[in-house]
């Protein structure tokens, strides 16, 4: 198993204190490694963090920023493009997403690699399934209020034209049953 490096082993406090220096633009990597080092003197603490180990950690969030942005913008454009489809679609790309993000975390845990823990992926899917769920009631709801529309048009229309000269029951049925989508 591999070692944890330095900035690993960072109390949290200090790693967000890390991660505040490394996204403020007015400091350097060499700053933010000095602050890092006084802040873990003051706890009394035995680790200390390298300027090579604090460029290693930028790039790799850095890394993980832009795999983020681009993960986003291609939801962004495949959403955009199934917006006029069925809702079920959009969750089919959630779920062709998150199989993916599984298959790359057991390849990369096969190598030993850093990798997204299985927990966040378990709540991924969780999340996903209940996207669907809600998707599926809406839609639902949806289909019964235009049925309940459909029906109360239909009603109207048939009390309308009910009786008038020249209107079959014939031809009342067929407006309704338009009406009703029956037709």
Known sequence: MARLSSIDRLPNEIRDALQALLRDPAVSQLEATQRVNLLLEEELSDIRVSKSAVNRYSQRMEDVGKKMRESRQIAEMWIGKLGNEPQGQVGKLLNEFTRTMAFDTALK?????????????????????????????????????RKQYAEEAANAVTDELHGQDGMSEQLEDRIRGILLGKA
């Not at 690699?113 to 996207?131: G, Q, T």
């Not at 769920?133 to 209020?145: D, G, S």
């Open 109 to 145: 845990m096969s190598e030993g690699e850093d990798v997204v823990e299985p927990k966040l992926l378990k709540e991924l899917s969780l999340a996903i399934k209940h996207l669907e769920q809600a998707a599926t009631v809406n839609e639902k709801r949806e289909r019964e209020i």
